[in-house]
């Protein structure tokens, strides 16, 4: 009779302890889906944004991105604002430098039709040690994008494609 008495104020504990924890399960806001024409009209006309929800560093750890990262592309200005986590090979001046933070209105944008998707390569020019973004976008426009930079470890982000919203963020 005791250990009735013990159990069932211990069931009711744990049920109430997993149905509140799952009404505060972070909910993302998503972008309502795109068609394949109209994603592929964004990636021929260079104006899209990238989202990215997961950051994967070269030691192999997954992240989820919790903030309101993006890079937006345009014919003629890319404005990117992503976290890094990794290794540099050069200590910076301002702890600011450490992020992908940066404009660009100098670069080379090439893409090409791929299995299931594109191939997004973007070289900027005025950007001294940033040497590529590199998308991998598919055609339920989820994405991929692999920075690759001179003074710092390789890191990839794991995102969607939206369209390009008309206010962009200021830069540092």
Known sequence: MRAKNILIPAFLSITCIIIFGCFHTRHIKADPPLDTITLKNMIESQTF???PRYVNHMSGRRRDLSSDFDITV?????ISYL???GRGYIAHASPTDVDFDFTSTKFTYTSSPSNRGWIISIKPTD???LRELYF????????SLT????DRSSISYEGYITQRKSNTKTQK
């Open 127 to 129: 950007q001294t040690y």
């Open 49 to 51: 944004t990238f989202i």
């Open 136 to 143: 991998r976008v598919f055609d339920n426009a989820s994405a």
């Open 74 to 78: 345009s014919k003629d200005t890319i």
């Open 83 to 85: 976290p890094f986590f």
């Open 147 to 150: 920075v690759t930079s001179l």
